[in-house]
């Protein structure tokens, strides 16, 4: 076999390098051999060293040849420029194409350095052997920058300084951004004080001397040859030239930024910062400001579970109020102190300082922005503040420094929270603050409670500003001189107080509302009555007299001063007023014994008392929901009603009228709506004989109970109106009168006369309005009954006609002469037939329809009748209004009207439609209007 198939037959896996020295060494082409040892690459280092040692020993007869004939034409005196060694070498090589093609496959030696460390164990490299050597160099240093070797990457740059130098910054981009910079800080380009310019790379070349075919002169005739062996490189940027100090700071901008997009580590982008500035890079001092408290942000303060990405974007819209938030936002009570001295104050201190350096020095900067803080978190996080602040702790120790500014700071937080449960904390917070040792002046009291006063309507609620906010308050506090402020904090120490003495009774009030209230009298009133209501009325109610005590106790201690002089909660009310309103909380909740137990220490007149128990039982009846005294509410107001021994003449008429409102309710009476009338609509009504009236048209049995309907209307208040007295029994007469119970309606009658005739002897003028009003109801009543057809007992007709006749009008004595008349005709014809017939013997009915007859033609005489007249006419009308209006009972029906008229026989000759008209509006008139009460004139 012929030594080129041998060769050609070798897989590179099976070379070794006693088969390359074998097969190689014998053969004399050396053309030949070069192009077969560079056409081999192989990745075990000692043959590709066989290898390359190999072609470069027979390409050296050739690389001298050119060498010598470069050197002849220099003897022979021709100029030694880069164009005559290109022509020499040219010439050369034209005539030996041989050497040309040798010293274009020629190969420079990796292990020739002069120096050689001494061997160690290493790991795999990133790229094998034959990549390496084929690859150019630029692409085989961005493979060892991605994969982190950066020793190797070091060695290459020194001994490859001119062909990496253009690709530093592409090489440098190759490197993964989350390697920390200090891995590869001899990579990273630096300042050259010197020239404020890039520093240039120290290049240590990998051997002294340089072969013939490395330079410039032998690359260009090669390159004539097109057969140049240097490989294309991928596209990369290159920059021959050095930076100048503000290029490369943007650069080194660019790179961190891209660092920080990339990965988000803020410790690797604040390291190139800090390798940066002592390299000479400018501009990176702010950035690196920033980069560092962005670090301590996400590093250094206590993290959430859920917490955000922060990138460097995000930082800078920040104000530094947030900033402060973030820094503390997972800080516990515990931590909050320790959290705001290593993190709050040096970021605000570099704020400060970067201010100063700005020109604009700002000394207020830090406490400004510290204070808003504390004026908006949780009382929990600013207590924990303010113990880091008390003024026994060392000065630097304190996070609030100024023993004023403190006051007003708390001042401001407790008085603009809303919160009506922290009482523990707020004391906290009040425990922390400083307590001045000032003489009293008067003057100065005065102003300071002026400012109270003025602090009271500052924080009262307005459309402008519904809520006076704490950093509103601060506003408030800050020109505040010391007297005021510690004139401040004794206010601050009482209502202290009285916010857990509110809270107590289950009726707290945020700070604001005892500088609300601190002039307003209803509103302390209103809160003293809530407290003693809800005390009794709250889940945990008192039962035992102790109990009550301790209530009036703390009543009285908010109503009293206490040992500075200054007013409490309850400080504008009298002390007679505050034991009103605890009794009225402790008879609403249906503690009346604990008022009549003999361990009573109450001091209270029968009056005050009085006016307790009738306030009570009303507020306790307007609230109830059913009138029926022996339930809920109303049993409440009807047994406080009955508190007092003796009962005065007010509680024994409230008395009566819930039980009349029982009364009521137990005959349904209905609202206007349809629905059971409610006691306070009962307590409304103006006109309370309507509800009489409502009672008789409901319940058709009502009229017969005479005795109970007149009771109702004296518990309902009129007891001692003999006019409304005398309308009840005209509406039980007419209700009697609807029903036809003739006898009971003319019982009640009599009675309505008896009372009339007693009220009259009793008045030594009865031309009284209230005589007039009862006479007028009670002869138009009688009226009515005695002129009533179906009502057949004429001496009783008589007798009420008569009655009329004594009492009404003098203007009305003519129609009913003339109703009186025709009784009286009426009555003569009846005694005359009962002589000629006798009282058994029937009547012949021509006599008795001629009687009737007569009757009905009496109705018609010439003179004018009752309702033929102007004045009758108007009375009917006025009738019809008022019972309309006021009273509406039923009326009967049309067929009962054409039933009377059938009785009463046909229309006589003669007589025209209009009389028939008359009659029967007569009869309407007495049997569906009913009976005149309350006339309007």
């Known amino acids: 076999m012929t030594t080129t198939a041998a060769w050609t037959n070798l897989a590179n896996d099976q070379l070794t390098a006693a088969i390359v020295r074998d097969t190689l060494g014998p053969v004399k082409d050396d053309l030949w051999v070069v192009a077969a040892c560079a056409d081999r690459i192989v990745d075990d280092p000692e043959v590709q060293r066989v290898l390359l040692d190999l072609g470069l020993e027979r390409t050296t007869a050739a690389l001298r040849r050119a060498q010598t004939a470069s050197e002849i034409d220099h003897d022979e005196g021709i100029s030694n420029s880069d164009a005559s060694r290109r022509d020499a070498l040219l010439s050369h090589f034209n005539n030996l194409p041989t050497d040309a093609r040798l010293c274009a496959m020629r190969e420079d030696d990796p292990w020739a350095d002069t120096a050689a460390p001494e061997p160690t164990v290493a790991a795999a490299p990133p790229v094998p052997l034959s990549v390496f050597l084929t690859d150019s160099l630029v692409r085989s240093a961005c493979l060892l920058a991605a994969s982190q070797w950066f020793g190797a990457l070091g060695i290459i740059f020194q001994r490859h300084t001119a062909d990496l130098w253009p690709y530093r910054f592409s090489i440098l981009n190759a490197i993964p951004e989350h390697v920390h910079p200090l891995s590869y800080r001899e990579c990273l380009p630096a300042i050259d004080p010197s020239t404020n310019l890039e520093k240039s790379w120290t290049a240590i070349p990998w051997r002294t001397e340089t072969d013939l075919c490395e330079g410039a002169d032998a690359r260009a005739v090669l390159a004539t040859y097109q057969i140049d062996p240097a490989t294309s490189d991928f596209a990369l940027q290159s920059h021959e030239q050095l930076l100048s100090a503000k290029e490369l700071s943007e650069w080194y901008t660019k790179h961190i930024r891209r660092v920080l997009s990339s990965t988000g580590m ?16 400018p501009g990176l001092d702010e950035m690196g400001e920033e980069l560092s408290l962005l670090a301590r942000l996400v590093y250094d303060a206590p993290q959430g579970e859920d917490d955000d990405d922060w990138t460097l974007d995000r930082w800078y819209t920040m104000s530094p109020i947030s900033v402060v938030r973030a820094y503390v936002a997972h800080s516990t009570p515990e931590t909050l102190a320790k959290d705001i001295r290593r993190l709050v104050m040096p970021y605000l201190f570099v704020l400060e300082s970067r201010a100063e350096r700005a020109g604009n020095p700002d000394p207020a900067l830090r406490t400004r922005i510290l204070y808003e803080y504390i004026l908006n978190v949780p009382l929990e996080t600013a207590a924990a503040v303010f113990e880091a602040s008390k003024p026994i702790l060392p000065m630097a120790q304190r996070i609030i420094q100024n023993d004023q500014d403190m006051a007003r700071l708390a001042l401001a937080c407790l008085y603009g929270s809303n919160s009506l449960d922290d009482w523990p904390t707020m004391n906290r917070i009040f425990e922390c603050l400083p307590a001045w040792d000032i003489a009293k002046d008067d003057d100065q009291e005065d102003a300071a409670d002026t400012t109270i006063a003025s602090l009271g309507a500052y924080v009262a609620p307005s459309t402008s500003r519904p809520h006076c906010t704490a950093s509103d308050l601060l506003v408030f506090f800050q020109p505040l001189p010391l007297s005021s402020l510690s004139r401040a904090l004794d206010v601050l120490d009482v209502h202290l107080e009285s916010g857990e003495i509110l809270s107590r009774w289950s009726v707290p009030a945020p700070l604001r509302w005892f500088l609300q209230s601190n002039s307003d009298v209803p509103e302390q009133r209103a809160w003293a009555n809530r407290m003693a209501r809800r005390a009794g009325g709250s889940d945990d109610k008192l039962n035992g007299l102790e109990d009550w ?13 206490g040992d500075s002089g200054l007013r409490g909660a309850f400080g504008l009310l009298s002390q007679d007023e505050v034991l009103r309103i605890f009794l009225s909380g402790l008879l609403s909740t249906g503690s009346e014994h604990c008022i009549q137990s003999p361990k009573n220490k109450l001091s209270l007149s029968s009056e005050t008392l009085e006016d307790i128990c009738l306030s009570c039982s009303r507020e306790l009846y307007d609230n109830a929901s059913s009138g029926n005294y022996t339930f809920g509410d109303m049993k409440l107001a009807y047994e406080w009603s009955s508190t007092s021994r003796p009962p005065s003449d007010r509680l024994l008429r409230e008395k009566e009228f819930i039980e009349a409102t029982s009364r009521l309710s137990s005959f349904n009476v209905m609202s206007g709506r349809g ?3 409610s006691p306070l609509e009962i307590r409304l009504t103006k006109d309370r004989l309507s509800l009489v009236s409502q009672v008789l048209s409901s ?4 009229y017969k109970h005479t005795e109970v309907i007149l009771d109702l209307v004296h518990k309902l208040g009129l007891r001692d109106n003999v006019v409304a007295q005398v309308k009840t029994l005209a509406m039980l007469a007419d209700t009697a009168l609807q029903a036809e119970d003739f006898q009971r309606a003319y019982e009640t ?7 009339i005739q007693t009220l009259r002897s009793s008045y030594p003028d009865i031309n009284t309005p209230e005589i007039q009003e009862a006479s007028e109801v009670c002869w138009v009543a009688c009226f009515q ?3 009533q057809v179906e009502f057949r007992d004429l001496d009783k007709k008589l007798s009420l006609v008569g009655r009329a006749l004594e009492l009404c009008l003098p203007e009305k004595l003519h129609d009913v002469l003339v109703a009186w008349r025709r009784l009286e005709n009426e009555d003569i014809e009846a005694r005359e037939e009962r002589l000629v017939y006798g009282k058994s013997a029937p009547k012949p009915a021509s006599s008795a329809t001629m009687s009737l007859r007569a009757r009905l033609q009496d109705f018609h005489m010439p003179s004018p009748p009752l309702l033929n007249t102007p004045d009758a006419t108007a009375l009917a009308s006025r009738t019809f209004r008022s019972v309309a209006a006021n009273f509406p009972f039923r009326g009967r029906s049309q067929a009962s009207h054409e039933d009377e008229g059938s009785r009463s026989g046909s229309r006589r000759p003669g007589e025209g439609p209009g009389e028939e008209i008359s009659a029967q509006a007569t009869r309407v008139l007495s049997k569906g209007i009913g009976w005149l009460i309350g006339a309007d004139e």
Do not use: F
């Open 266 to 281: 803020i410790d690797v982008a604040l390291a190139i910062v800090q390798h940066a500035a002592p390299q000479g890079v």
């Open 675 to 677: 629905m059971p009338i």
């Open 549 to 561: 005590e301790w209530l009036l106790e703390d009543m009285l201690k908010l109503s009293g001063k």
């Open 749 to 755: 009658s009599e009675r309505m006369v008896d009372t």
């Open 699 to 702: 319940n058709t049995d009502a």
């Open 785 to 787: 009954l005695g002129r």
